[in-house]
């Protein structure tokens, strides 16, 4: 029980690491860019709309919200959890607290890296990492 406390409590240091250096970041990255690409394009043509950039922009907003908040929530349950004594006890609060703040987390960086470019995003794809024998 003491083992498995640990590997989710790295593994959720790491998860945290992770979403909040290189997720964030490459999301904000690639709003900006689309940012960037509906102001030039209005410069050129006022008229567009620019469908498709502006829906995207709103969903990576509101994912990369939801995300810096789930970074938070699994934050805190990390420090909770740390504070409890009993070792059953403790193992069963990473089972039901930790663990499952992370599969909030994993869950809405599942989405961004489905709308964010590659060329954005930090890590492999699971695409690349199934079929990308080179």
């Not at 690491?17 to 940012?35: E, W």
């Not at 805190?76 to 609060?93: G, N, S, W, Y």
């Amino acid at each position: 029980l003491d083992n498995y406390s640990k590997i989710i409590n790295i593994e959720a240091l790491t998860m945290i690491d992770m979403a909040s250096k290189d997720i964030l970041p490459a999301i904000g990255k690639y709003i900006k860019t689309l940012s960037d690409t509906a102001i030039a394009a209005k410069s050129v043509a006022p008229d567009l709309e620019l469908v498709y950039e502006v829906s995207t922009i709103k969903k990576l907003a509101t994912l990369q919200d939801a995300i810096a908040t789930k970074i938070a929530t699994l934050e805190a349950a990390v420090v909770e959890v740390k504070e409890i004594t009993d070792v059953l006890a403790q193992a069963c609060a990473y089972r039901d607290k930790v663990f499952a703040a992370m599969q909030d987390l994993r869950a809405a960086v599942d989405q961004a890296e489905t709308i964010c470019s590659a060329e954005c995003w930090p890590f492999p794809t699971y695409g690349e990492l199934l079929f990308g024998v080179k």
